[in-house]
């Protein structure tokens, strides 16, 4: 069974710096797209980043300009690069792929990122 092995989160000022990482345990076929979703208390799963097979990347308004999201198609692996962390993007971030194949989405365990003011 394939599992997302997420990393890299963790407590960390306002204005700093995290990256997430994320890989397969094993190759995922017909992948439709990688990303990142968070969920902060209370609130629904949002997403944060994904990048398509056709190449393209879309993040969410809130963090534009500010997250990268990288991926390693070989690896089916992703990570997500964040910079000046705000304290809003406190939230358990969890890592997704999508694919044409059963069961069509995978899901990481979540990771907590924490922002202190």
């Known amino acids: 069974q394939v599992q997302l092995v997420e990393s890299g989160g963790g407590l960390v000022q306002a204005g700093g710096s995290l990256t997430l990482s994320c890989a397969a345990s094993?190759?995922?076929?017909?992948?439709?797209?990688m990303g990142w979703y968070r969920q902060a208390p209370g609130q629904q799963r949002e997403l944060v980043a994904v990048a398509t097979s056709g190449g393209d990347t879309n993040y969410a308004d809130s963090v534009k300009g500010r997250f990268t999201l990288s991926r390693d198609n070989a690896k089916n692996a992703v990570s997500l690069q964040m910079n000046s962390l705000k304290p809003e993007d406190t939230a358990v971030y969890y890592c997704n792929v999508a694919s044409r194949i059963n069961p069509y989405s995978y899901w990481g365990q979540g990771t907590q990122v924490t922002v202190s003011s």
């Open positions: 094993q190759k995922i076929f017909s992948i439709i797209a």
